[in-house]
T-cell receptor
Framework: DTGVSQNPRHKITKRGQNVTFRCDPI?????LYWYRQTLGQGPEFLTY????????KSRLLSDRFSAERPKGSFSTLEIQRTEQGDSAMYLC??????????FGSGTQLSVL | GQSLEQPSEVTAVEGAIVQINCTYQ??????LSWYQQHDGGAPTFLSY????GLEETGRFSSFLSRSDSYGYLLLQELQMKDSASYFC???????????FGAGTRLFVKA
């Protein structure tokens, strides 16, 4: 068990480009969450999966954001047509049923 | 919707005791968690309360009053390494979703 792994650690992109992040959860965890965090704020809920099913997506989330967890293991978060306001730390977390969240180290996105 | 309020900053002296309060408004409340985050690090779980009362884990304790929609995190015997941000977070939707507050930045002075 190596914990929650996220790649890449850092991503710099130009406005208008698409980016994709990957999250590998703890292997026995069936729940996977994506959060976004900006400096001085708490993690903001984006979406979560139970196995391969995406059960909820934040109403604040633009249609430019999409997440998948095709086989109930790893997950990807894609942002299309990035904007400067998308610059943030994107955190992935996993948990077993009704257990605490284990967070990855995050992907820091900078949109120029 | 959900809202959580906690102080933005707290400063305390090494060896002292500090209490970080959290009040929340939410529907479908399931439990209250606390997470710690050091600068540049990931949030890590500290404590959880589903029922009223005090939960103790080493130097850290957490309290919940469901009727008052209030909880707190108590840190005893403060150490310099406790300087970090502390987030209260509510579990809603039967425990499926965790919503975080804006966090309290704790500064521990020598």
């Amino acid at each position: 068990d190596t914990g929650v792994s996220q790649n890449p650690r850092h991503k710099i992109t130009k406005r208008g480009q698409n980016v994709t992040f990957r999250c590998d959860p703890i292997s026995e965890h069936n729940r996977l969450y994506w959060y976004r965090q900006t400096l001085g704020q708490g993690p903001e809920f984006l979406t979560y999966f139970q196995n391969e099913a995406q059960l909820e997506k934040s109403r604040l989330l633009s249609d430019r954001f999409s997440a998948e967890r095709p086989k109930g293991s790893f997950s990807t978060l894609e942002i299309q047509r990035t904007e400067q306001g998308d610059s943030a730390m994107y955190l992935c977390a996993s948990s077993a049923l009704n257990e605490k969240l284990f967070f990855g180290s995050g992907t820091q996105l900078s949109v120029l | 919707g959900q809202s959580l309020e906690q102080p933005s900053e707290v400063t305390a002296v090494e060896g002292a005791i500090v209490q970080i309060n959290c009040t929340y408004q939410t529907s479908g409340f399931y439990g209250l968690s606390w997470y710690q985050q050091h600068d540049g690090g990931a949030p890590t779980f500290l404590s959880y309360n589903a029922l009223d009362g005090l939960e103790e884990t080493g130097r850290f304790s957490s309290f919940l009053s469901r009727s008052d929609s209030y909880g707190y995190l108590l840190l005893q015997e403060l150490q310099m390494k406790d300087s970090a941000s502390y987030f209260c977070a509510v579990e809603v939707g039967g425990g499926f979703k965790t919503i975080f507050g804006a966090g309290t930045r704790l500064f521990v002075k020598a």
